[in-house]
């Protein structure tokens, strides 16, 4: 494994997993040159906007009820903290908890701290968000102003921990360390293994960590079949869940892009096993990933019982939704694993997929497990995707591939990204709760939404008509990957 929670800052994705951001060609492409020596990145020439890890951390611990987020940056690094308090006010709605403001502070570092440092103020933040909101935990964020002008965060936030009796938690994700978001998830776990998990004291044998965002509850009905219980992690927990999650039973993700880190960092320190299999998205990774569930935690006859149940419930509304689906073409975008997800969700419900952009592509896991690889599972169970860009959120590539291709849809997983399918007059579907298409249930919730958006063509060509893009003519008759090299890498 390549968990090494002894440092105080997470090795990045390039360089632990050798992910990537740049490549066209195939999926099936794509998986050969992953572990075989022939992947590589492909640099852009021109690029107009890329995430920042900050965010992705942030989005993690944000959300730990009875925690404080001290972001020690500049004020402009902190233009999401509206965006936190929004999602963290909507989950907490959504799981029946107390309704609060997420707990989220600035350093609000300037001009004169990058000449003489920001430590002295990353200290009086600590002291007052202490004395402030009481908090069972403080995690400091880190900025790229901050890892430019070399603070040292790791000694101030030890330093307050002895000081004050609570985690203090040092989190690097400073943007510019990775062209990969995701390394921003990886740093918050880190920073949660080093110095919030403790030691199980007494393992719980029907206790399942699930590895989250915000989505609704569809696991406590499908565990409760098989006498499971999820434990939500990490938005909306507190302290003290986090710190008993090595008494778990095992751990599944809902995406291993989002919990690669924090699974396989649980089985290696304390040894809660990962359920190791493709996403539960369509009928035969839902199986796989059931049965492997199943096996950990010694529940195999009844969740062979589960499927066939399940199968044979959805089994005519299934048929039916296939029936209206066959043969639309679909084009997606979304973050790596989930992406993948939703290519075999989209094919299991009859649609042909006709191009993809990704974000990233991991070209492994931290377990290192081939079972957990998703791009795989969705190519063997249904074959090969053309068009396969893997696409760190550049807007311009994917308007033209859009413009080329004129799916039937456009399924988006990220706001920023599902506008430009309306602007193109494409029926366009942005879903955000991961958890809508999951299990069995969710092929057919998604079946129903993608036949409510197929309707609503007119309304996308009358947005289309009344909306100019930024991108010229000549642009959109361009090789789609012009600023990554030219043709794609097939
Ligand atoms: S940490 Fe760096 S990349 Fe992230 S928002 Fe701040 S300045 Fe931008």
Request: with cysteine.
């Amino acid at each position: 494994m390549s968990i090494n929670i002894r440092t105080p800052e997470v090795e990045i994705r390039e360089i632990r997993l050798g992910s990537i951001t740049g490549y066209g060609g195939t999926a099936k492409g794509l998986c050969g040159r992953s572990g075989s020596g022939g992947l590589c990145d492909r640099s852009r020439s021109f690029s107009q906007c890329l995430g920042c890890s900050s965010g992705n951390a942030l989005c993690q611990v944000v959300m730990i009820q009875d925690a404080v987020v001290i972001n020690h940056a500049p004020l402009g690094c902190s233009a999401d903290f509206s965006d936190f308090n929004f999602t963290n006010r909507v989950g907490q709605r959504k799981r029946g908890l107390h309704l609060g403001n997420a707990k989220l502070l600035s350093t609000n570092l300037e001009e004169k701290d990058m000449i003489y440092g920001g430590g002295a103020k990353l200290e009086e933040a600590i002291r007052e968000a202490y004395v402030r909101f009481n908090p069972k935990a403080i995690f400091v964020t880190t900025s790229c102003a901050s890892g430019i002008i070399g603070d040292d965060v790791s000694g101030i936030t030890d330093a307050a921990q002895e000081e004050l009796g609570i985690p203090v938690v040092l989190v690097a994700c400073e943007g510019f360390k990775s062209k990969i978001w995701t390394t921003g998830f990886d740093a918050a776990y880190h920073a949660l293994l080093r110095k919030v998990v403790k030691p199980p004291v007494e393992k719980k044998k029907d206790v399942i960590n699930v590895i989250n965002f915000w989505g609704e509850d569809v696991f406590t009905p499908l565990f409760g079949r098989l006498g499971l219980k999820p434990n939500y992690i990490v938005p909306f927990s507190t302290v003290e869940q986090l710190e008993k999650i090595s008494e778990a039973a095992a751990t599944v993700q809902i995406c291993p892009t989002l919990g690669t880190y924090l699974a396989a960092g649980l089985e290696q320190e304390y040894g809660v096993p990962e359920v190791k299999a493709p996403t539960p998205y369509g009928l035969e990774g839902t199986d796989i990933w059931l049965r492997e569930l199943g096996r950990v935690t010694g529940r195999e006859k009844e969740v062979e019982e589960l499927i066939t149940s399940e199968r044979e419930r959805i089994a005519p509304e299934l048929e039916e939704l296939r029936g209206k689906l066959r043969g639309k073409r679909a084009y997606v975008t979304a973050g790596a694993a989930h992406g993948h997800s939703l290519l075999s969700l989209l094919q299991e419900l009859g649609l042909e997929i006709v191009g993809a952009a990704i974000f990233h592509h991991d070209p492994c896991y931290d377990n290192r497990d081939e079972r957990s690889d998703s791009l795989k599972h969705a190519v063997k169970t249904y074959g090969d995707i053309n068009n396969f860009n893997v696409c760190n959120k550049q807007a311009f590539e994917l308007v033209n591939i859009l413009n080329r291709l004129k799916p039937d849809i456009f399924v988006a997983r990220h706001g920023g990204m599902s506008v430009w399918g309306a602007k193109l007059g494409i029926p366009t579907f942005l879903m955000g709760d991961e958890h809508f298409g999951l299990g069995y249930q969710g092929l057919i919730n998604y079946g129903h939404k993608i036949l409510d958006v197929l309707s609503t063509r007119e309304f996308f060509e009358n947005i289309a008509a009344h909306s100019e893009l930024p991108y010229t003519d000549w642009w959109l008759q361009q090789n789609p990957y012009a600023f990554l090299g030219g043709e794609g890498d097939e």
